[in-house]
């Protein structure tokens, strides 16, 4: 992911989307909408699915990393859209707020065209950036927390 | 005979709105919102989310103010709740490697890569209440320390290399992880379903399991190996796509508890382990959890099943406090049917057994016509 | 766009079609030999029909993998079914929970699918078959469960064994299939419980 909140993310084609899509579904309704509402032209996104609401059956390992079992449900929504050139989009993101979701898959669409991909990189840009500012501060207070063991010398010899 | 009682709907009617005013309560007090029970009330969250089997913040805090805090009765809205709505699939399996931790410990190793990172916890707290929070005091902002980058690895991971530790666990291959969600419980069950309903389970009922261990009943030796809680990526396939797409994160609290073993027939000695995986930060639970898997596993290493938490059918039959409280609390519905055909029957017994007693000419007295 | 079948198609009220069409189902299902009309539109890939395409929208999810013939695999039947219902096609008949049959493709037989067990018979499979019509084929009495005295059906498209067939699916109850024929617009149910004879002439 961009870390100067400049570069466009790595890889292309499907990887590229697979990224953006995971950093789309990390952004926060607020962030999508500013960033919709001032786009200068905003194409017309007919819904192709949902937005809906579901679950998804979280599975874990046993051991860590061992066979798969199902741990529980978490709620998740989803949104496919088709723009007026046909692209279609998809946004899926952990919660029930189909607004948001109904976003990420617009973005996800608008990705695929030359012309938006620069608007949409700057979204992924600014939402990556704002992640990793807070996953290292709470790595940093995390580290405050970490026992730095010392030996105490007991008795003379 | 069947008599058809009707009535009681204005009761419940008038109790309903009863129950909403008592929640409601001082008007004069401002209602608490759905954030704040998140954000300050949020390991109760992380119950209810972890016993209702449904990782979401926002309902599990609705469900734990519309029940007035019976978490319980929390857990049994947002069981229903997610009956309402479709499966979109199964993640791909969590990563607790890569965890972003916040809480890591070890009782097994002092030093070990990583650290020990005690994170947000209430150990070595003294327990005694804090007047200050009897008001809104102002709170100190966490301190921040550089250097937390380093990679945590895997405690388990540290003797797997000596051969003295088992792996992580394995089944079959090509076994689908069952899911007790959509097949009736069957017994015995593979360890996966083990641990999907344990996941879900009850967190006093395997808190007192696993202290039964501990105190003898199940040979139970453990050490924490670790405990890490912190937020994992979940993933879904988009099969429309042919890749698999990050949802967001969820914390997780894991706990890989390690178990002396002497070795069987089958196996050398080494140490077993037992694995807990709990949604929110639920430390007690995912221990007890990993407690009660490993004294599950007994028949797997020839131990003798001799004490109720390596009782599998008693266990996993018990442990959802959904189905034991619908199975005790109906005990309150109207009965009164069953018990009038009681009440006949032991007035009769009665009648046999004095007239047993006493004049024993006429043991066989014929009942009284009514 | 080449997904553009799997992407359309698809109920425009998914909630209020779904009840609807599964309304007609159940009341056909329960009444043998009734024939219930589906209201809702779906348009699934060529060459499913749009009646099937309700019922595949309505019946199936994630947790029923679906059998289709060769034909409709070849379709884009089976990213239209995963996109929108959230269901994997199966090759083995034996997986499956649903199976669809296009008008005029041979349709298996029965005792390939899943039959169920004693313990749950309801573990089997739903076979969706369109036919030519419910109308000018050879008589059929239906007698059973759902159904007052008799009553008498004539569709026409069914394979020649049907009444061996069905008569074998009878045989084994609690276990068995349950179908649903479906002409045009229109749906006729033939649950297991239902004895199918040919009327004597």
């Known amino acids: 992911m961009a870390s100067d909140g400049q570069q466009p993310l790595p890889g292309t084609g499907p990887e590229r989307r697979r990224q953006a899509m995971g950093v789309l579904a990390k952004a926060t309704r607020l962030e999508l909408e500013q960033v919709w509402n001032a786009l200068p032209q905003r194409p017309e996104a007919v819904p192709v699915r ?19 079992f199902n741990l529980g449900e978490v709620t998740a929504t989803r949104a496919s859209v088709r723009l007026e050139g046909g692209t279609v989009g998809h946004g899926q993101s952990l919660g029930t707020d189909g607004e948001k979701a109904r976003l990420a898959a617009i973005f996800d669409a608008l990705l695929q065209l030359p012309e938006h991909a620069p608007a949409v990189e700057r979204l992924l840009s600014q ?18 927390t970490r026992v730095d063991f010392f030996t105490m010398v007991r008795g003379d010899d | 005979m069947y008599v058809a009682v009707k009535g009681g709907e204005a009761a419940i009617a008038n109790a309903h709105r009863l129950l909403a005013d008592r929640r409601r309560g001082d008007r004069s007090l401002p209602s608490i919102t759905i954030e704040q029970i998140v954000a300050q009330l949020g390991l109760a969250v992380d119950r209810v989310m972890a016993e209702a089997s449904l990782y979401d913040r926002a309902i599990a805090a609705l469900a734990i103010r519309q029940s007035c805090g019976d978490l319980i009765e929390a857990i049994f809205i947002l069981r229903a709740y997610r009956t309402t709505l479709p499966r979109f699939g199964y993640s791909v399996p969590l990563e607790t490697a890569d965890m972003q931790v916040e809480r890591r410990v070890s009782a097994t190793y002092k030093d070990l890569p990583g650290g020990q990172l005690l994170g947000p916890t209430f150990d070595y707290t ?32 540290i003797l797997a290399d000596e051969d003295l530790m088992e792996d992580d666990g394995t089944l079959p291959e090509g076994h689908v992880p069952g899911d007790l969600t959509r097949e009736p419980l069957e017994f015995p069950m593979a360890r996966d379903l083990r641990l999907q309903a344990l996941a879900r389970g009850d967190e006093g009922f395997l808190l007192s399991l696993g202290y039964s261990t501990q105190r003898g009943y199940a040979r139970s030796h453990p050490f924490v190996g670790e405990i890490r809680i912190g937020e994992v990526d979940v993933e879904l396939d988009l099969p429309e796509l042919g890749f698999a797409v990050s949802l967001g994160r969820i914390r997780i609290t894991e706990c890989q508890m390690i178990n002396q073993f002497k070795g069987s027939a089958k196996s050398p000695p080494q140490f077993t382990r037992g694995y807990g995986l709990v949604f929110g930060q639920s430390e007690r639970k995912a221990m007890a959890m990993s407690l009660v898997d490993r004294a599950l596993r007994a028949s797997e290493f020839d131990e003798d099943v001799v004490a109720p938490a390596q009782d599998e059918e008693f266990v996993i039959s018990h442990s959802d406090n959904v ?25 009769r017994m009665r009648r046999e057994y004095e007239a047993g007693r006493g004049d024993k000419t006429d043991s066989d007295i014929p009942e009284a016509a009514e | 766009m080449p997904d553009a079948q799997i992407f ?49 929208l309505t019946l199936c999810d994630h947790d029923t993998p679906v059998w289709l013939t060769p034909q409709l695999s070849k379709s884009k039947l089976p990213g239209w079914l995963a996109f929108h219902a959230g269901a994997a096609v199966t090759v083995e008949k034996q997986d499956a929970r649903f199976a669809f049959v296009e008008k005029g493709a041979v349709v298996p037989g029965f005792g390939l699918f899943a039959q169920g067990t004693q313990e749950y018979p309801d573990r089997s499979a739903t076979l969706v078959v369109e036919i030519e019509s419910f109308e000018g084929g050879r008589p059929l009495v239906l007698t059973g469960p759902g159904i007052r005295d008799e009553a008498v059906v004539a569709p026409q498209g069914l394979p020649e064994t049907f009444v061996a067939l069905a008569g074998a699916n009878r045989a084994m109850f609690p276990r068995g299939v349950d179908l649903i024929l479906v002409a045009g617009d229109r749906i006729l149910c033939l649950p297991r419980t239902t004895v199918i004879n040919n009327r004597e002439a």
């Open chain 1, 50 to 68: 949902g937005p809906e609401t579901g679950l998804v059956m979280v599975r874990g390992r046993i051991g860590g990393g061992g066979a798969p």
């Open chain 2, 126 to 157: 003294h327990r005694l209440l804090d007047p200050s929070l009897l008001h809104d005091a102002p709170v100190d902002e966490a301190l921040q320390r550089e250097g937390g980058q380093e990679p945590i690895m895997r405690v388990t991971d």
């Open chain 3, 8 to 56: 359309s198609g698809a109920f425009a009220e998914p909630v209020f079609a779904a009840q609807s069409v599964f309304r007609t189902v159940m009341d056909c299902m329960a009444r043998p030999g009734t024939i219930g009309t589906i209201a809702a539109a779906a348009r699934p890939p060529q060459p499913l029909g749009a009646a099937a395409g309700a019922i595949a």
């Open chain 1, 127 to 144: 939402v990556s950036a704002r992640i990793e500012a807070e996953d290292a501060q709470r790595i940093r207070e995390t580290a405050a």
């Open chain 2, 323 to 347: 189905q034991a409280t619908g199975f005790v609390e109906h005990l309150k519905l109207p009965h009164y049917v069953d018990f009038q055909a009681e009440l006949d029957l032991v007035r």
